[in-house]
């Protein structure tokens, strides 16, 4: 451990991780209150690219659909919520059930395809949920649904944004850790190994789709945590959570970071969301209105780094110890 802070590596992690730890004081004390919302939202997403990296770093497989994590857990807190069932206790075990149930059938259908048609038929699954959501007119069809946040009477009160905050802190670090356990397991391993070579792995005894079934339906689990606490940041559930576009966004996110790397989703997600609050007012320095296209900005160095550093911004910190 102390070997490790000695590298640049390992002092840039440390302290992102601490200015994450302390960001409601800073914020406080710099009287930037908004910088704590963004940073709800950078720790929230962070957890859902740890989630997706869990199976597309380590194992390979391109989902197209892991936005629909966000919804499910979301809109389980949001449902509940709207019948009058507020505590925590119900709404958060019913959600990540939910999101885990879902994450093992679509698991056990799509993992029985391979490339492009893995890629599809999560994206199709997605799709499907999306549009239950925006058909369901008692909890707000496409418009979405304003909700109360979740009770945890005399432990956390979620409507202070501070303590939500540190909650919020305190499940990525359990996420963190959770991963660092996965990926340095036997059944990490294995996962890794299948990733290379899944017929090799099947000789040697391994059954390769069981494997890849529990690590799916794992990151699925960690997608709908992410999606109780994005319903609980904004006390608001809508389809628009499960997009293929947010879905797109995490891809994006944990490639920019670098796949396969236990904090490279969390760079990647603090790159990603401190772009999109600059560069468009960035932008609208040179001329108003363009920052509307700030994607356009986005896109080629999206490219650069897909092009020169093929590990993502965490190969830019140097090797690992």
């Known amino acids: ?44 997403w962070s957890i ?44 958060w ?37 999306y549009y239950v959501g925006g058909g369901l007119e008692a909890y707000g069809a496409d418009d979405g649904l304003n909700i109360s946040r979740s009770r945890f009477p005399g432990l956390v009160d979620l409507r202070d944004k501070a303590s939500f905050y540190w909650l919020c802190f305190a499940a990525l ?30 000789a040697l005894g391994f059954p390769v789709f069981r494997y890849r079934l529990v690590a799916f339906t794992l990151s699925g ?16 559930i809508s389809p628009a959570m499960m997009s293929w576009v947010k879905s797109g966004d995490l891809i994006v996110i944990v490639v920019l970071g670098g796949m396969g790397t236990l904090f490279g989703p969390l760079f990647g997600t603090i790159a990603f969301f401190v772009l999109e609050e600059s560069l468009p007012h960035l932008l609208d320095l040179f001329n108003k209105g363009w920052g509307e296209y700030w ?15 093929r590990g993502g911004i965490d190969s830019l910190l140097g090797r690992r110890s």
Request: proline share 2%; net charge positive; hydrophobic share 60%.
């Open 1 to 44: 451990m102390i070997a490790a802070l000695r590298t640049p590596r390992g002092l840039i992690t440390a302290l992102v991780l601490l200015i994450l730890a302390v960001l409601p004081l800073l914020t406080q004390a710099l009287d930037q209150r908004y910088l704590l919302s963004i940073g709800t939202r950078i720790v929230i």
């Open 48 to 91: 859902a690219a740890v989630s997706l990296n869990m199976i597309l770093g380590y194992g390979g497989l391109v989902s197209f659909g892991h936005a629909v994590f966000f919804g499910i857990g979301g809109y389980a807190v949001g449902i509940l919520s709207v019948h009058g069932i507020s505590s925590g206790w119900i709404q």
């Open 93 to 129: 075990p019913v959600a990540l059930i939910a999101a885990t149930l879902w994450a093992a059938l679509i698991g056990a259908l799509s993992l029985r395809t391979r490339g492009l048609y893995f890629i599809m038929i999560t994206l199709a699954f997605a799709q499907l949920v």
């Open 173 to 202: 670090c359990g996420t963190l850790w959770f991963c660092s356990r996965f990926a340095n397991s036997r059944f990490g391993h294995v996962i890794r190994g299948a990733k290379s070579n899944d017929l090799r792995m099947t």
């Open 221 to 236: 689990a960690f997608g709908g945590l992410a999606g109780i606490l994005l319903a609980n940041e904004g006390a608001y």
């Open 295 to 309: 994607q356009i900005v986005f896109g080629p160095l999206l490219i650069l780094v897909a092009l020169y550093a």
